[in-house]
């Protein structure tokens, strides 16, 4: 059974910062691309951020570019997502997913397995 549990949300000032972890079970880890989401409150789910199994390609949303960084480590089974200069519209439930194939890739729904989410709230 593959089990992907977020942790790291919280409150934060615009302005701070917050690492995301995800820890994945049940996946071969290092052939599998993973990616964060996230979805506010009457909006669609959008995509913050994707990185390949080897980690050599990385692909960002353009409301995060230069703001937002994932990386990954397989031997922990881990991907991460370190966020900077946080705004209050970054307040939305992030997700991590990963794909049973290494290519990374935007798009909702070529994912194939999803974890229960993380709240990120950025007062102003």
């Known amino acids: 059974q593959v089990q992907l549990v977020e942790s790291g949300g919280g409150l934060v000032q615009a302005g701070g910062s917050l690492r995301l972890s995800c820890a994945v079970s049940?996946?071969?880890?290092?052939?599998?691309?993973m990616g964060w989401f996230r979805q506010a409150p009457g909006k669609d789910r959008e995509f913050i951020a994707a990185?390949?199994?080897?980690?050599?390609?990385?692909y960002y949303g353009d409301s995060v570019k230069g703001r937002f960084t994932i990386s990954r480590d397989n031997a922990k089974n881990s991907v991460y997502l370190q966020m900077n200069n946080l705004k209050p519209d970054d307040t939305a439930v992030y997700s991590c997913?990963?794909?049973?194939?290494?290519?990374?890739?935007?798009?909702?729904?070529?994912?194939?397995?999803w974890g229960q989410g993380t709240q990120v709230t950025v007062s102003s």
């Open positions: 990185i390949s199994g080897s980690c050599a390609t990385t």
């Open positions: 049940g996946l071969t880890f290092g052939t599998s691309a």
């Open positions: 997913a990963g794909r049973r194939s290494s290519a990374a890739l935007i798009t909702v729904a070529r994912y194939d397995y």
